[in-house]
C-alpha cells in the first residue's frame, strides 16, 4: 500500500484553468503539507496542516488554496492557472511536527504532481 | 529566518572514489538537520538525521556548529548512488528548510 499518494501524477492544462491536486496518506499521521518543487529543482513549502488546521501558509498566491476534509486528506486547489505555476507539487506526512530532533520528525513524501501550464 | 545551501549543483565521482556533498546553514536556533534522497524516478526519502548519529548505505554525516555545516559523506561511491540529494533544516513547527539539492553521479 503507498503511504502517501497524490493524483493525478502528470496534468497539463492551459492558463486560466481552475485544477485540483489531490492527497491520502495512510499512515494515521496528524499533519500534512504542500511542497513545490520548480523548474531549478528548489523545494520551498507552501502550506501545512494540522487535524484539519492551518498551521503553515507561507507567502503563496490566494489562487492557492489548501483543503483539508479529514486529517488523511489535503487537498490542493489552483484558480486562474499561470505559466509560473509550472511545477512539481509534492505532498508529505508527518507523525511527530514539535520535536525535530524526536524519531519521529521527518516527511514521508508522495511521489509528486508533474503540472504544466501551456 | 532559517537558510539552507548546497553550493554545488552537481556533482560527479567514479566507483570508489569518496564523496563529499556540502550544505551550510543558517539558524537562531538549535539546529535539527536532515539529508533526503531522491533516485530516479521514486519519491524523495529521508536518507539520515544529525540527532540518530548513523549511517545509512555508508553515508555519515557530522553536524559541525561552529562552521554551520552538515556535510554528507561516504567514503567509497556506488552507482547506485547516484540521485539528487537534498539538505533540509527543521522547526518546531514541522516545517523543512530545504537547500537547492544536489545531483550527485556516480561514473563506473
Known amino acids: 500500500d503507498t503511504a502517501v499518494s497524490q493524483t493525478p501524477k502528470y496534468l497539463v492544462t492551459q492558463m486560466g484553468n481552475d485544477k485540483s491536486i489531490k492527497c491520502e496518506q495512510n499512515l494515521g499521521h496528524d499533519t500534512m503539507y504542500w511542497y513545490k518543487q520548480d523548474s531549478k529543482k528548489f523545494l520551498k513549502i507552501m502550506f501545512s496542516y494540522n487535524n484539519k488546521e492551518l498551521i503553515i501558509n507561507e507567502t503563496v498566491p490566494n489562487r492557492f488554496s489548501p483543503k483539508s476534509p479529514d486529517k488523511a486528506h489535503l487537498n490542493l486547489h489552483i484558480n486562474s492557472l499561470e505559466l509560473g505555476d509550472s511545477a512539481v507539487y509534492f505532498c508529505a506526512s508527518s507523525q511527530d511536527r514539535l520535536s525535530p530532533g524526536g524519531p519521529n520528525y521527518g516527511y514521508t513524501f508522495g511521489s509528486g504532481t508533474r503540472l504544466t501550464v501551456v | 529566518a532559517q537558510r539552507v545551501t548546497q553550493p554545488e549543483k552537481l556533482l560527479s565521482v567514479f566507483k570508489g572514489a569518496p564523496v563529499e556533498l556540502k550544505c551550510n546553514y543558517s539558524y537562531s536556533g538549535s539546529p535539527e538537520l536532515f539529508w533526503y534522497v531522491q533516485y530516479s524516478r521514486q519519491r524523495l526519502q529521508l536518507l539520515l538525521r544529525?540527532?540518530s548519529r548513523e549511517s545509512i548505505k555508508g553515508f555519515t554525516a557530522d553536524l559541525n556548529k561552529g562552521e554551520t555545516s552538515f556535510h554528507l559523506k561516504k567514503p567509497f561511491a556506488q552507482e547506485e548512488d547516484s540521485a539528487m540529494y537534498y539538505c533540509?533544516?527543521?522547526?518546531?513547527?514541522?516545517?523543512?528548510?530545504f537547500g537547492q539539492g544536489t545531483i550527485l553521479t556516480v561514473h563506473p
Open positions: 544529525h540527532i
Open positions: 533540509a533544516l527543521g522547526t518546531s513547527y514541522g516545517k523543512l528548510t
